[in-house]
């Protein structure tokens, strides 16, 4: 027996057609044709990505990483030596002591870095987003499963209690003739028992 998604939103989300998200639209279908509704949400974000997208997600791991820390400090150690080694020789530091040259370095990186992990931490939100979406439908799904459970059962259950009823009333019937029957066996069995005496007497 087939069911129409318009029949099975009425009857299970209490909802229109019409009135019906698409991603409810979606699990109604899946539950109609018994398709699973799970996705892998990592391989869908990440097969959709843009060449600017791949390139701010891998800046922004590699600028959280361990590496990136100890190599910059590495860095600033070495432009600090070098350029205290060059004034303690006497010659002409590329950068001297105020090290203004290192602060617009750091400035260009801070400037460039934060908005690159701004637009990893966008798409990281977006990501979260799909999974809530993900999982909403899979809860709805489920619980669309377990209202079609329910409704099997309780369909079951008024069947077995029809059937007891109608064995009910057969057994009922029988008693009733086998009560019916029994006053005139027994009438019966005490006339042929006169009989018998008033053979025997005779």
Known sequence: ???????????????????????????????????????????????????????????????????????????LVGWLALNSWMLAT??????????????LVLSMVAALQAPVILMSQ??????????????YEVNLKSEIELRSLHDKLDDLRERGWAELVLMQQRQIGLLEQLCRAAPSAEAGGERAGWVREADSGG
């Open 90 to 103: 006497g010659r002409r530091p590329f950068d001297p002591f105020p090290f203004i040259l290192l602060n």
């Open 1 to 75: 027996m087939s069911v129409e998604p318009q029949e099975l939103a009425k009857r299970v989300l209490r909802r229109e057609w019409d009135s019906l998200s698409s991603s409810e639209r979606r699990v109604i279908e899946h539950v109609l044709t018994r398709a699973p509704v799970t996705r892998d949400t990592n391989q869908e974000f990440t097969g959709a990505r843009r060449f600017g997208e791949r390139m701010a997600d891998r800046i922004a791991a590699f600028g959280g990483s361990w590496p990136f820390v100890l190599g910059f400090i590495a860095c």
């Open 122 to 135: 966008n798409r990281h939100s977006s990501k979260d987003r799909l999974d809530a979406a993900l999982d």
